[in-house]
């Protein structure tokens, strides 16, 4: 049962443009979410989160959108950059039974082309 | 650099031998998290831990593998009698433990079954 979905493997994109990485999710009572951005043999790293008292979040080229009936969030890095190309995770938590589990999705792979 | 320090970053195991997988997390976070990232997968929740507590171990499976953090010391993440479909990248994250906090991973333990 994958609580938190993203359905595009991959995405490429022009330097300069907009990037948007999609996510989908199912937990109505997921109340914070995150965006990370993974490179090849190393850790994923937080990039921005936002709570779901928000809808929007904004810091520096990246911004995230929170869209709760929709139960839809995505990432927009404006403008992309070649060092922005790796896999985007987005993740979800929400306390159960008194703890706090981090759901991850399958990741985007982003590739920023020069 | 006071991050998620964990060791070794590459382990080769044989078939049927122990694998042990060291996490120190950020200096004063108390709760710890294992993910695993099979090839071309993405990160899956092993287990949450508190000091010497299991708080959440619903994505271990339920054999061969354990996992602790004691009151003094890293977490250890241990797989006894590896098989190759252990071979993956195991990532350990922390956080301070309030929900709305950021969780932040370490580089990675990648393990190879032989």
């Known amino acids: 049962d994958q609580q938190v979905k993203q359905n595009s493997p991959s995405l490429s994109v022009q330097e300069g443009r907009i990037s948007i990485l999609n996510c989908d999710y199912t937990?109505?009572?997921?109340?914070?979410f995150l965006w990370y951005k993974k490179y090849p043999a190393e850790g994923p790293t937080f990039l921005i989160s936002?709570?779901?008292?928000?809808d929007k979040n904004e810091d520096g080229r990246f911004t995230v959108f929170l869209n709760k009936s929709a139960k839809h969030l995505s990432l927009h890095i404006v403008p992309s950059q070649p060092g922005d190309s790796a896999v985007y995770f987005c993740?979800?938590?929400?306390?159960?039974?008194?703890?706090?589990?981090?759901?991850f999705g399958t990741g985007t792979r982003l590739k920023v082309l020069a | 650099n006071a991050g998620v320090m964990q060791n070794p970053r590459h382990l080769v195991r044989r078939r049927g031998q122990e694998a042990r997988l060291r996490c120190s997390p950020v200096?004063?976070?108390?709760?710890v998290y294992w993910y695993r990232q099979l090839p071309e997968e993405g990160l899956k929740f092993m287990v949450y831990?508190?000091?010497?507590?299991?708080?959440?171990e619903s994505g271990m499976p339920k054999e061969r593998f354990s996992a602790e953090f004691p009151k003094e010391g890293p977490s250890i993440l241990r797989i006894q009698q590896v098989v190759r479909g252990d071979s993956a990248a195991y990532f350990c994250?922390?956080?301070?433990?309030?929900?709305?906090?950021?969780?932040?991973f370490g580089e990675g333990s990648w393990l190879t079954v032989v």
């Open positions: 994250a922390s956080s301070p433990g309030q929900v709305g906090n950021t969780i932040y």
């Open positions: 937990n109505s009572m997921f109340d914070y």
């Open positions: 936002i709570s779901s008292i928000k």
């Open positions: 993740a979800a938590t929400v306390l159960t039974s008194g703890t706090y589990k981090y759901i």
């Open positions: 200096k004063g976070h108390s709760h």
């Open positions: 831990l508190q000091k010497e507590n299991i708080i959440d």
